[in-house]
């Protein structure tokens, strides 16, 4: 889509850029944090969840409201919801999940209750919600209020040897976003045109049937965007669980900037969500556009990856925040990383070890000095300053008909790396070949002919 031609068909829209920045940006509806929307109610009166105000059982009720879709005037998790012989005390919280069908364990996941029993709480035990999972799911961060008897909001970091909850109740998890709002990765091939509709479009292969079936064949608002200078990209913008397209103008375009135009996930791509003029300049040849959670609070930033010559020596991340509708910068990174523009890279952003934050994966192709495709990861919760892994993998060296993307395929909270096989191949259709996060992509998770032929030079691949 060049962005001239695409002002054209939307008339006017060219001079809101700067004033959509400010209020297209809606409230994220996962997002974990210090929201409780009663923070001075009396403490002795019961909230409309049926718990006492400000209690930990409230809050953490209100959050898991929440995460299934409910507000202050649609209740969807309430005392009901977890009662056990008409106690909601926080003890009685790991039995009311249980005998709700609910798993319970011990390991951790965002957007997860942790529990303790009757030895907290003076005996009427104590409930918190899982923010951050770190160093694979033996450090927690959760939110909580209440702990110290004063009714108001708290946050603390938690490991195996300290302070560790007696266990998780997986009532309303947090999933990553995807197209279809399962929380596993959808593949989407984005056509660019032209098309048979005259509009860019959307083809969606559910990860649910292993990609062998369509989710969706969708003509979004968007006129063709093949442009050398256009970047496709899906990621959850405005925090409601749904995977949005964004189309990237890296320039020229009539702003002067590197523009974001983003397709709303919940509408099937057939409204604009924004058209935000960003606070970056115009990219260039060496600048990789990803787009992912850099800071977790549940909304894509735009990561402009500089893969070098840099001001630092170094691969760098530059991070739009997606709560200001990549209006302002959220981070500039000097990586761990070298230069890493050789024709055999890719890069990639997904939250690799589970802790809620989009890490940077350099993908070598090949060749490579252990005679696979290697994924180097960088660790998004340092500011990519650090390593987090040095992966070879269970694939060959790629070739170029395979696209590189990152995704959670079996919806485990790790992203799984997939490669295209877009054609020609053995099953004679686009083919699916996924290594498993969860280690270290070593092993494959599955090998899928997908339902999609093979791909073309106006196709763009994308989870």
Sequence with gaps: MTPTRHRRRLAGLAGLLVLLATLLVPTPANALGNDYPWPQANMN???PLRFYYRNCTDY???TLNQQLGGSTTDIRFNWSSIQVNNSGHAKDWRQGAINRGKPVDDTPRRGAVAWWGSNYGGGYGHVAMVAEVRDGGNT???HEYNRSYTGVFGARTLTRSNGWPEAFLHIADLRNPDVSGDGRADLVIVATGPTGSGRTEAHVL???TGYSTWYSHWATAAGYSGADSDRHLVGDVNGDGRADLVIVGTGPTGSGRTE?????GATGYSTWLAHWATAAGYG??????LLGDVNG???ADLVIVGTGPTGSGRTEAHVLDGATGYSTWLAHWATAAGYSGADSDRHLVGDVNGDGRADLVIVGTGPTGSGRTEAHVLDGATGYS???????TAAGYGNSADRFVLGDVNGDSRADLVIVGTGPTGSGRTEAHVLDGATGYSTWLAHWATAAGYGDSTLRYAM
Excluded: I, K, Y
């Design 45 to 47: 009166q019961l909230s």
């Design 60 to 62: 953490a009720a209100w």
């Design 140 to 142: 927690v961060v959760v």
């Design 206 to 208: 559910d990860a649910a």
């Design 260 to 264: 974001a135009h983003v397709l709303d």
């Design 284 to 289: 260039n040849s060496a600048d990789r556009f």
């Design 297 to 299: 609070d549940s909304r």
């Design 386 to 392: 650090t390593w987090l892994a040095h992966w070879a």
